[in-house]
């Protein structure tokens, strides 16, 4: 594999140079062909999608009815598709309303101090604050553990995915070298929050501030490894000789929720805080596109007096890797569990599900008796789509985190026909040992196979995708949907997508077949309005055409929700006015457009509570790249105040079911 001869630090965007220089097929290579030799979505469009997704839908919970669903609801996609704008609020269709809640700076806890409208806060002050940049999320049920669906009371959990300084500190920082305490602020800011919330009699939600329930995950949080890294060699450090424990979960992006009723946090663009000024890169630095000028805060200049930063120059110091932080990028990029109802637990980062750029995980509907399946995405250029299966059955009484430490990761490979291969990342499998050997990489244990996960992916000839993003899985027929969100790197026009760049993005989707085979196709293209999408026959419009997109769910009635993440041009003067939500019918192939963001945010994390009255979406960094003196955004707070990453509650006016 050949390398740039420079890694540059990543721009402020966050987005990860390109880092795969594999010769393994680019998605456009296969889709080109693809499109040409379509297997299982031919004639028309609803005879296809009935014989890819079937009719029946799960319904949400009906709490007058203890165990009984309702039917699926009729009218779904009821709402006025609402028109694109560039206003600077959140606009939603005739019938719905919205509270503003949570936004960045809210005290957690009764010890915790207001948000000071300067942004003066302290790093202690935040840590016990709502984090900055809200994300991926999701709502338990206060009653969860007891078999419960309560749509009134529960834990909002979310993920804070980074920080901007220009707005987080009151005059946008100190510059460089970086202020340790700015560092220390940055910090507390990522990470999670936990948040008991409660529905009032009016219908609005409050923050339950005095329940022990509410809690901060931070960049500084103890946590344990747990898996086939554990103990490795290449994960000890100066805070754990040992290699069992790290510290802080960072750059928190989508998520996931397991079965037995936890969340999962997603590391995903963990590379940018860490620099390595060595010349000579360990390739899972290299692989990871640790920079080797500067990371992308200049953390590493606040110095070497505090052990809880100089941890992010993985540069080597001393003489033994317990005596300083070589190791400690190779702590990140793992999907980190939290159980929101025991306060006082410790994180644990699973390792067997591998180390790369987490957009989230997304687990097939469990069945007892049989594996557990989850998939996640590695959101970067030419990067990958997973799969994990453990190695234990799943079995609901006895179902917990043991599940997903133990089992086997895929990697996939999309091929021309329609079909596709689960590729075994596996030092047992003999094909794996084969293709390492002929490309002359070593691993000492399936440790050093999950460290250099992506390494691994190459070796297989996994086929490199346009940074792949969210999933969701069909509440009944468990399809599997992936947003592959934009590649400006790929020049080659396609039947797919036939304009010079994958500006736009779209949607894959599949179904599995054996344990190792799967059948795909493309759900969605996206683009402007009058782009056609000849394999489903459907012509974008104004009511439904968006680019870039990201966040994806589906809803227990089936309607499928996708939200854009543009940036820079494409966002600010293109056709598609400030980013958005979508709804889709994927039955009828129906989409419409639900939510429109305020300026320069991007629209990202959407739950309902079970009986799918209330919605929950978060608005993460409005004005992004302004200030510090002035912001392109002043929402939610308005007058001259900066801007707030905040989630938004959407209700319908007259108490129904959102999206009908």
């Known amino acids: 594999m050949t390398k740039p001869s420079k890694h540059q630090p990543f721009d402020l965007s966050g987005e990860e140079p390109v880092a795969n220089f594999s010769a393994n097929s680019d998605f456009s290579e296969v889709l080109d062909k693809r499109l040409n030799r379509r297997r299982f979505l031919q004639g028309s469009v609803a005879l296809a999608v009935s014989g890819f997704l079937g009719q029946g839908l799960l319904g949400c919970s009906n709490q007058s009815a203890a165990p009984a669903l309702l039917q699926q609801p009729a009218g779904l996609l009821g709402f006025d598709a609402i028109p694109i704008n560039r206003f600077d609020t959140v606009t939603v269709p005739a019938g719905y309303r919205t509270q503003v809640f949570l936004p960045w700076g809210t005290p957690l806890t009764t010890d915790a101090p207001a948000y000071r409208a300067d942004a003066s806060h302290s790093a202690a002050e935040q840590?016990?604050?709502?984090?900055?940049?809200?994300?991926?999320?999701?709502?338990?049920?206060?009653?969860?553990?007891?078999?419960?669906?309560?749509?009134?009371?529960?834990?909002?959990?979310?993920?804070?995915?980074?920080?901007?300084?220009?707005i987080l500190h009151a005059f946008g920082g100190k510059g460089i070298p970086r202020d340790k305490e700015e560092?220390?602020?940055?910090?507390?800011?990522?990470?999670?929050?936990?948040?008991?919330?409660?529905?009032?009699?009016?219908?609005?939600?409050?923050?339950?501030?005095?329940?022990?329930?509410?809690r901060r995950i931070t960049g500084h949080t103890p946590m344990e490894l747990t898996g086939p890294v554990r103990g490795h060699a290449k994960v000890v450090t100066k805070y754990s000789p040992d290699g069992t424990r790290t510290r802080g979960t960072l750059n928190n992006c989508a998520h996931g929720v397991t079965p037995w009723g936890t969340y999962l946090t997603c590391e995903e663009n963990w590379a940018l805080l860490f620099v390595n000024h060595?010349?000579?890169?360990?390739?899972?630095?290299?692989?990871?596109?640790?920079?080797?000028?500067?990371?992308?805060?200049?953390?590493?200049?606040?110095?070497?007096?505090?052990?809880?930063?100089?941890?992010?120059?993985?540069?080597?110091?001393?003489?033994?890797?317990?005596?300083?932080?070589?190791?400690?990028?190779?702590?990140?990029?793992?999907?980190?569990?939290?159980?929101?109802?025991?306060?006082?637990?410790?994180?644990?980062?699973?390792?067997?599900?591998?180390?790369?750029?987490?957009?989230?995980?997304?687990?097939?509907?469990?069945?007892?008796?049989?594996?557990?399946v989850a998939y996640s995405g590695d959101d970067a250029r030419f990067e990958y789509i997973y799969k994990f299966v453990s190695a234990k059955p799943?079995?609901?009484?006895?179902?917990?985190?043991?599940?997903?430490?133990?089992?086997?990761?895929?990697?996939?490979?999309?091929?021309?026909?329609?079909?596709?291969?689960?590729?075994?990342?596996?030092?047992?499998?003999?094909?794996?040992?084969?293709?390492?050997?002929?490309?002359?990489?070593?691993?000492?244990?399936?440790?050093?196979?999950?460290?250099?996960?992506?390494?691994?992916?190459?070796?297989m000839g996994a086929t490199k995708m346009d940074r792949p993003e969210w999933g969701a899985v069909h509440p009944v027929t468990n399809e599997v949907y992936f947003?592959?969100?934009?590649?400006?790197?790929?020049?080659?026009?396609?039947?797919?997508?036939?304009?010079?760049?994958?500006?736009?993005?779209?949607?894959?989707?599949?179904?599995?077949?054996?344990?190792?085979?799967?059948?795909?196709?493309?759900?969605?293209?996206?683009?402007?309005?009058?782009?056609?999408?000849?394999?489903?026959?459907?012509?974008?419009?104004?009511q439904n055409h968006h680019a870039s997109p990201d966040g994806l769910w589906f809803d227990p009635n089936g309607l499928l929700w996708i939200q854009t993440d543009m940036a820079g041009a494409q966002m600010r003067s293109g056709p598609f006015g400030n980013n958005a939500m979508l709804a889709a019918d994927v039955n009828t192939h129906t989409i419409k457009r639900f939510l429109v963001g305020p300026v320069d945010c991007e629209v990202t994390g959407v739950v309902m509570t079970p009986d799918c009255k209330t919605m929950f979406v978060n608005i993460q960094h409005p004005g992004e790249g302004s200030g510090p003196y002035s912001f392109s955004s002043t929402w939610p707070d308005r007058r001259t105040n900066r801007p707030r990453s905040a989630t938004v509650i959407i209700t319908k006016e007259d108490g129904g079911i959102i999206g009908t």
């Open 483 to 542: 947003t592959l969100t934009n590649n400006s790197r790929r020049h080659s026009p396609d039947a797919a997508n036939p304009r010079a760049n994958n500006h736009s993005g779209h949607i894959i989707r599949w179904r599995e077949g054996t344990s190792q085979r799967f059948d795909w196709d493309i759900f969605l293209l996206s683009g402007d309005a009058f782009t056609y999408t000849p394999q489903h026959q459907l012509m974008l419009t104004e």
């Open 183 to 214: 560092v220390h602020k940055e910090l507390a800011a990522h990470g999670v929050s936990v948040a008991h919330i409660k529905k009032q009699a009016d219908g609005n939600w409050q923050l339950l501030q005095d329940s022990p329930l509410n």
């Open 394 to 459: 799943y079995h609901p009484a006895t179902a917990g985190p043991h599940l997903l430490d133990e089992g086997t990761l895929y990697v996939a490979r999309y091929n021309e026909d329609g079909s596709g291969d689960w590729l075994p990342l596996d030092l047992n499998d003999a094909d794996f040992q084969a293709k390492a050997r002929a490309a002359g990489h070593a691993f000492d244990s399936q440790a050093d196979v999950l460290l250099n996960t992506r390494l691994a992916a190459d070796i």
């Open 278 to 372: 060595q010349q000579a890169m360990p390739r899972e630095h290299r692989r990871y596109s640790i920079a080797d000028e500067h990371s992308i805060l200049h953390w590493e200049t606040a110095g070497r007096s505090d052990d809880a930063i100089s941890r992010f120059n993985a540069t080597p110091f001393a003489d033994k890797a317990s005596d300083d932080y070589r190791n400690e990028p190779n702590n990140f990029g793992w999907i980190v569990e939290i159980d929101p109802f025991k306060p006082d637990s410790t994180p644990v980062k699973h390792t067997a599900m591998g180390r790369f750029a987490h957009e989230g995980l997304i687990f097939a509907k469990p069945e007892s008796g049989k594996p557990l």
């Open 127 to 166: 840590a016990k604050q709502v984090g900055m940049h809200h994300d991926g999320m999701h709502f338990f049920p206060i009653d969860l553990k007891q078999g419960g669906q309560s749509s009134d009371e529960g834990l909002l959990v979310m993920n804070h995915e980074y920080v901007d300084p220009n």
